[in-house]
């Protein structure tokens, strides 16, 4: 019961995209569509997983004063191994998200997880919290790509049910600012109870 | 472990060296899916805008500076059409990449967008099926027009609220054009000196 919370904390309590408000470059500009959002969202979440569960293999054998670069490095590899299997296997995928995805490596919320997660907890739980906040961010990233897709081209997952354009702003920049400030006050009206 | 300078080089020193070996071994596993997955979209791009063919032969050249690549179709020997690897500096963000179709009497046949950054629900419209680009030069030999956006007097119709991804999609095809000799009429327009934004 308690592995499973710590899932669902990273998808509802923890929410990296609603609640923690981390990894906001990304969020904005990949989100110009649910599939692009899913996308991007899976790639962090692989990358997610494989760190917190090496850092906290390792995190007993880092002196503390050059953890952060070390966590850095771990995290920049699993990067770019993600990269070369999106442009081996998913060449699709890649030639949208490609520019996105090595910034990965600065994603805070990786960062974030490694420091404030995976340091201090064992490999199981490391492993579980980054399935969840990988799902929680993945999950967020769909419903704001979905949302700036339906208003701004008329369009779901790429099935257009309109003819003609939609909202144009809400697949530019502004609109993702708009779309995810009202997701925003949303998602913390519906979990404040 | 205590943060001594021993202790700390050592650990990043292991730590980095396992990183790029595990980074070096992925990429030796999938360099050969990556070379194939790149030729199988040029491929694909190449069967799009050609007629039907059986071989090809690529030479590389350069007009303006901006390296083109032709491929040359043939069916039993003969050319059957021309495929053309072009690119444009003058997008609205970043460089566009395109490969132009032409039959073997240097008419249109199809123009496939390889890469681009153009903004979404604008510019990137070009790579919808029967924009109006492409539309406007279809089956059209480009030497006989006027190569250029309405706009500018030409006698392409340009994407709405795109005309500098229009012009600069003009300046790709007009360059794949004159890549196999042909000389084109119009002014593309795509220059820098124009400051308006795409909105």
């Given at each position: 019961m308690?592995?499973l919370?710590i ?5 509802v ?5 609603f609640?923690?408000?981390l990894g906001?470059?990304p ?6 569509s649910?599939l692009?959002?899913a996308?991007?969202g899976?790639?962090?979440?692989a990358?997610?997983?494989?760190s917190?569960v090496?850092i906290s293999?390792v995190k ?7 953890r952060?670069?070390?966590?850095i490095v ?7 191994i993600v990269?070369?299997c ?5 060449p699709?995928?890649y030639?949208?998200l490609g520019?996105f995805?090595p910034?990965?490596?600065v994603?805070?919320i990786?960062?974030g997880?490694?420091?404030g997660?995976?340091a201090k907890n064992?490999?199981v739980d ?7 906040i990988?799902?929680?961010?993945t999950l967020s990233l769909?419903?704001v790509?979905a949302?700036?897709e339906i208003?701004g081209?008329g369009a779901?997952f790429?099935?257009?049910?309109i003819?003609?354009d939609?909202m144009?702003i809400?697949v530019l920049?502004?609109g993702?600012?708009?779309v995810l400030g009202?997701l925003?006050v949303l998602?913390n ?5 | 472990?205590?943060?001594t300078l021993?202790?700390m080089?050592l ?5 980095t060296?396992?990183a ?12 050969e899916p990556?070379?194939l997955?790149?030729?199988a ?6 069967a ?7 071989s ?5 050249i350069?007009?303006?500076?901006i390296p083109v690549v ?5 069916q039993?020997?003969e050319?059957?059409g021309?495929a053309?690897?072009?690119?444009t ?11 132009v ?8 046949v199809?123009v496939k ?5 153009e903004?979404p629900?604008?510019?990137d ?5 029967g924009?109006?680009?492409f539309a406007?030069?279809?089956d059209k030999?480009?030497?006989?027009m006027?190569?250029?956006v309405?706009?500018d007097g030409?006698d392409?119709?340009?994407l ?21 000799g042909?000389s084109v009429?119009?002014?593309?327009g ?6 308006s934004t795409?909105?």
């Amino acid at each position: 019961m308690k592995k499973l919370n710590i899932i669902l904390s990273g998808i509802v309590k923890n929410n990296p995209t609603f609640v923690l408000l981390l990894g906001m470059c990304p969020t904005l500009g990949t989100t110009t569509s649910a599939l692009n959002g899913a996308g991007m969202g899976a790639a962090t979440m692989a990358v997610l997983v494989l760190s917190n569960v090496v850092i906290s293999m390792v995190k007993n054998l880092i002196p503390s004063k050059v953890r952060i670069p070390a966590y850095i490095v771990i995290i920049a590899a699993f990067v770019t191994i993600v990269e070369l299997c999106m442009r081996a296997y998913l060449p699709d995928l890649y030639k949208t998200l490609g520019v996105f995805i090595p910034l990965i490596v600065v994603n805070c919320i990786i960062l974030g997880r490694a420091e404030g997660f995976a340091a201090k907890n064992g490999v199981v739980d490391s492993a579980l919290d980054g399935v969840g906040i990988g799902l929680g961010f993945t999950l967020s990233l769909t419903v704001v790509g979905a949302v700036r897709e339906i208003l701004g081209s008329g369009a779901i997952f790429g099935h257009k049910f309109i003819t003609g354009d939609g909202m144009l702003i809400f697949v530019l920049a502004p609109g993702a600012f708009l779309v995810l400030g009202y997701l925003m006050v949303l998602f913390n009206k519906l979990t404040s109870k | 472990m205590k943060n001594t300078l021993l202790n700390m080089v050592l650990v990043l020193g292991a730590i980095t060296l396992l990183a790029s070996a595990g980074v070096g071994y992925v990429y030796k596993v999938t360099e050969e899916p990556i070379k194939l997955a790149s030729q199988a979209a040029v491929m694909a791009a190449l069967a799009e805008v050609l007629p039907p063919f059986d071989s090809t032969s690529v030479s590389e050249i350069a007009v303006d500076d901006i390296p083109v690549v032709v491929n040359t179709a043939t069916q039993d020997g003969e050319v059957v059409g021309y495929a053309v690897e072009t690119a444009t500096k003058n997008g609205f963000s970043g460089e566009i990449r395109l490969m132009v179709g032409f039959d073997a009497q240097l008419r249109v046949v199809g123009v496939k967008v390889l890469q681009h950054a153009e903004t979404p629900g604008l510019g990137d419209k070009m790579t919808e099926e029967g924009n109006p680009l492409f539309a406007s030069v279809r089956d059209k030999n480009l030497g006989e027009m006027n190569l250029s956006v309405a706009k500018d007097g030409g006698d392409v119709d340009a994407l709405t609220a795109a005309t500098i991804t229009s012009r600069a999609w003009v300046d790709a095809v007009g360059r794949a054009f004159r890549a196999l000799g042909g000389s084109v009429d119009g002014s593309t327009g795509a220059t820098s000196n124009v400051k308006s934004t795409e909105l």
